[in-house]
């Protein structure tokens, strides 16, 4: 399935490194998002961009930097990270994240991040 | 509380088997609720929606009880390939520069193993 596709696949960084994690969704998606899986752990969301406006910013720390260009591409800087941001990082779309809008997610492939 | 609940498991069943999984909310005012697959180490993906009236769609079964806020899953005769984790999964909303958007919330997860 090509619908929502993210690169780099794996990533290995240390601390210091700076380096971008990209989405890109082809199902015609108003609303992007950023979510952090670690290991036992529900999804943790951390950015909603909704029509390339940011909604939700969930208490992230300012190391991860989102960046939404257009709806159909998101971004995710990042810069001096720590060993526990070691995680899979995913990205997901829907149609639009406005009001109670029941509208499904659909996910990416993920990023598995390790910092060293 | 948690805003989603779920029993983690494991559920170890022989193929052919019936399981249940149950899953609890806290937001009365939860409008939407689906069900997700998740494979080890994949992304997860939509199984399925769930409605007021329950729903069916093949071997599985969802039904909402709003006044009780719990959500199940039904499988009926097992497959290998139903070995996952299932993710039960909260549409609620939140505010953000006085707009409401919709977000997802999801659960911890149910770990099912189907054995031979």
């Known amino acids: 399935e090509t619908g929502v596709t993210q690169t780099p696949r794996h990533l290995v960084m240390g601390m210091t490194n700076k380096k971008s994690l990209k989405c890109e969704q082809h199902l015609g998606h108003n609303a992007m998002y950023w979510y952090k899986q670690s290991a036992k752990k529900p999804l943790e969301l951390m950015f909603v961009?909704?029509?390339?406006?940011?909604?939700e910013n969930n208490s992230v720390p300012s190391r991860f930097s989102p960046e939404c260009p257009n709806s159909s591409h998101l971004f995710l800087h990042l810069h001096t990270l720590q060993p526990e941001d070691s995680a899979l990082y995913l990205c997901a779309s829907s149609q639009e994240a406005t009001g109670l809008a029941p509208y499904e997610q659909y996910f990416g492939p993920g990023t598995r991040l390790t910092v060293t | 509380r948690k805003e989603v609940e779920q029993d983690p498991g494991p559920f170890n069943v022989p193929e052919g088997a019936t399981v249940a999984f149950n899953c609890t909310y806290s937001n009365s005012a939860s409008q939407s609720f689906f069900w997700y697959r998740q494979d080890c180490r994949k992304e997860p993906k939509l199984l399925m929606s769930?409605?007021?009236s329950g729903n069916e769609d093949g071997r599985f079964t969802a039904q909402l009880n709003r006044a009780s806020q719990y959500i199940s899953l039904l499988i009926r005769d097992s497959k290998l390939s139903d070995s996952a984790t299932y993710l039960c999964?909260?549409?609620?909303?939140?505010?953000?520069?006085?707009?409401?958007?919709?977000?997802?919330?999801f659960g911890q997860g149910t770990i099912l193993t189907v054995h031979p």
């Open positions: 769930v409605y007021s």
């Open positions: 999964v909260v549409n609620g909303f939140d505010y953000a520069g006085g707009t409401s958007y919709g977000k997802l919330t």
């Open positions: 961009y909704n029509f390339k406006e940011q909604t």
